[in-house]
């Protein structure tokens, strides 16, 4: 069936510095992509998204591409800052002609910056 | 603009006691609405979604049941809580005319804890 498979955690670095979260995803077909963020108390936001194989998804200095060939949506970021640290969740949803399927998310990375 | 609104925000609830979680989406109609629980340490695991009033299904056999009265209104009940029903319970939505491209919303969650 359809999963995402991310990284686990906890991710610690020091403020500035490169972050990869890596995600791979089994599905048949191609699905939307997603990472969405979750800030300590909160619900969950998109942080952006990538619809078809190539798509580069970029928000809030985050950039994520949709590589088919290697079924993979890395999440990076060229300098991190300590109001970065949060859980992100890596997610895709199979469309199905007219239909949408569930959204399928892994199981979260969490992400620590110190100063 | 849409908006999706969740309470309450936090919830703690002896044993035994029953549960009302209520989700209200505004400023569409005819939305896609889930039930996601985020448990400790845990992933998002989808409860309950439903595509129309009085249409639900369950993705897990558990203690609890889901609800669709009107068309963008969800609730999370259970008649009597176990210890294990505590986590974060988010409630999300999605506008099936676009398919999956736009990934789902999500409210603000409530933190409920069964002692």
């Known amino acids: 069936g359809n999963s995402v498979t991310q990284m686990e955690g906890p991710v610690t670095l020091s403020e500035e510095a490169f972050l990869t979260i890596n995600c791979t995803y089994t599905?048949?077909?191609?699905?939307?992509l997603f990472w969405y963020v979750q800030y300590p108390g909160e619900g969950l936001q998109l942080l952006l998204k990538?619809?078809?194989?190539?798509d580069k998804g970029s928000n809030k200095g985050f950039e994520a591409t949709y590589r088919k060939e290697t079924t993979s949506f890395h999440l990076e970021k060229g300098s991190v800052q300590v109001s970065d640290s949060a859980v992100y969740f890596c997610?895709?949803?199979?469309?199905?002609?007219?239909?949408?399927?569930?959204?399928?998310f892994g199981k979260g990375t969490k992400l620590s910056v110190k100063p | 603009s849409q908006t999706i609104h969740q309470w309450p925000a936090t919830l703690v609830q002896p044993v035994g006691s029953p549960l009302s979680l209520e989700c209200t989406v505004e400023?569409?109609?005819?939305?896609?609405l889930y039930w996601y629980r985020q448990a400790a340490g845990r992933g998002l695991q989808l409860l309950f979604y439903?595509?129309?009033?009085?249409?639900i299904s369950s993705e897990v056999p558990q203690n609890l049941s889901a609800s669709r009265p009107q068309d963008r209104q969800f609730i999370l009940s259970s008649k009597k809580l176990l210890l294990s029903d505590s986590g974060f319970y988010l409630c999300?939505?999605?506008?099936?005319?676009?398919?999956?491209?736009?990934?789902?919303?999500f409210g603000s969650g409530t933190r409920l804890t069964v002692v």
């Open positions: 990538a619809t078809k194989a190539d």
């Open positions: 439903s595509v129309g009033i009085g249409q």
């Open positions: 997610a895709q949803i199979k469309n199905y002609g007219g239909s949408q399927g569930n959204l399928i």
């Open positions: 400023g569409t109609s005819n939305p896609n």
């Open positions: 599905a048949t077909g191609y699905p939307s």
């Open positions: 999300a939505w999605s506008a099936p005319s676009l398919g999956g491209n736009y990934g789902y919303t």
